[in-house]
């Protein structure tokens, strides 16, 4: 059962991560709600899956054994909702941003980046080109070799 869930969590990550690399945006926001869902599915699994037994302690008894976790159980179901409501909003501002730009391409979405001529707003420097980084060489102080 365990490599059934471990198989169904692989597939459902590579799918995920194939989705959400796409460069159409709608593409990519559903792949981020499957990788919400294979989250989901490995927090679940944390609550044992075997058992059928309710999470209620008998009477005489100070500690379950054979129940399954309520607590990741709760965590999933809380997880669900937020991410529904997170994939609704995120699918909400896509459509939008498709239909004022006229495209969902990912590349043809960059006209909404500043120009780097532009004097209000400049483009954030390319890695390697900060002049702030690394910063002045240490100074040696006296009697630390």
């Known amino acids: 059962m365990i490599w059934v869930l471990a198989l169904t ?3 459902t990550v ?12 709608f593409r990519t926001v559903l792949g981020l709600a499957v990788l919400g869902a294979a989250a989901n599915l490995v927090l679940f699994a944390a609550g044992r899956l075997g058992s059928a ?8 008894e100070t500690a379950l ?8 159980q709760a965590l999933v179901l809380t997880a669900i909702v937020i991410g529904f409501a997170l994939v609704c909003f995120s699918l909400a501002l896509v459509l ?23 004097p ?4 954030a420097p390319a890695e390697g080109c900060d002049v702030a980084w690394p ?5 040696a102080r006296e ?3």
Do not use: C, F, H, M
């Open 120 to 123: 209000v707003k400049p483009p």
């Open 53 to 60: 037994a309710p999470a209620v302690v008998p009477l005489g």
């Open 9 to 11: 969590v692989w597939v």
């Open 135 to 139: 910063g002045p060489p240490p100074v």
């Open 65 to 72: 054994r054979d129940a399954a976790n309520p607590l990741p």
């Open 96 to 118: 939008r941003l498709i239909q004022r730009s006229g495209t969902d391409d990912a590349l043809a979405l960059r006209q909404a980046e500043p120009l780097p001529a532009d």
């Open 143 to 145: 009697g630390v070799r």
């Open 14 to 25: 590579a799918a995920g991560v194939y989705l959400a690399l796409s460069r159409d945006a």
